[in-house]
């Protein structure tokens, strides 16, 4: 049996492929950064695990420049380039299993196009509730394999996948996922944007798509959960 510690998250293994450095900021970036400061208070402190190269981050201190922001990722030259990116408290050069190790808790921790690249996602959000202080949150954003890009790419026999996802969820299933399997406190759905080839050639194509996303959630970008941490007196209790 391969032992957590052993089990990479990282960006330059060849089995969990993901974004390259020079990688733009996407839509999900800021929505999950605009769920961040939604349900954390000025001077919260944020954990993005996974942190890539800083985009939600980013976003994050521009909608709530008091936050505390701590970068978590296996790949050194990520934090770097977050750390040149934006204003951080600390860092974390370590994979997903060491930081949950870790004994700091957090008002609000984000992983973001994460959990399907762990082989237990469910042992993986309730080690990600544990970090949270006293009815903090974690916002937790997964790509949708059900969105049109995919579906299309699907059709011309691209046969999208990203090699490193072990898992993935249309929005039904990820619904399944926090309320029955995990049986987290959901405090809420969100969506980000549907991407749509005819809408992103027009000049007004970023704000029709994200509507769209209102209209038509099951086929977001990005599957995406607020859930909350247990209140003080409950935790205390077990």
Avoid at 91 to 119: C, G, I, K, W
């Amino acid at each position: 049996m391969v032992s957590e510690a052993a089990i990479p998250l990282g960006f330059d293994d060849e089995s969990s492929v993901h974004i390259p450095y020079d990688h733009g900021a996407r839509p999900y970036h800021r929505r999950v950064a605009e769920l961040v400061v939604d349900h954390t208070g000025p001077n919260g402190s944020v954990l993005d695990v996974g942190c890539g190269v800083g985009h939600t981050l980013a976003a994050t201190k521009q909608l709530g420049p008091d936050r505390e922001l701590t970068a978590a990722d296996v790949d050194p030259t990520c934090l770097a380039l977050t750390a040149d990116r934006v204003e951080l408290a600390a860092t974390m050069n370590a994979d997903f299993y060491e930081v949950m190790r870790s004994d700091q808790r957090y008002d609000a921790v984000v992983a973001s196009h994460v959990l399907e690249h762990l082989p237990r996602p469910v042992d993986a959000v309730h080690a990600i509730l544990q970090l949270l202080k006293p009815g903090g949150v974690a916002v937790l954003a997964v790509p949708n394999p059900v969105r049109p890009d995919v579906i299309l790419g699907n059709l011309r026999k691209r046969n999208y996948a990203n090699k490193g996802h072990v898992c993935c969820w249309d929005r039904s299933h990820w619904m399944n996922f926090c309320e029955t399997i995990v049986g987290a406190d959901v405090v809420e759905y969100a969506v980000d944007f549907v991407p749509l080839p005819v809408l992103s050639r027009l000049p007004t194509g970023p704000a029709l798509q994200r509507r769209a996303g209102d209209l038509m959630p099951w086929l977001s970008f990005s599957n995406i959960a607020v859930l909350r941490a247990a209140p003080e007196a409950e935790s205390s209790t077990k």
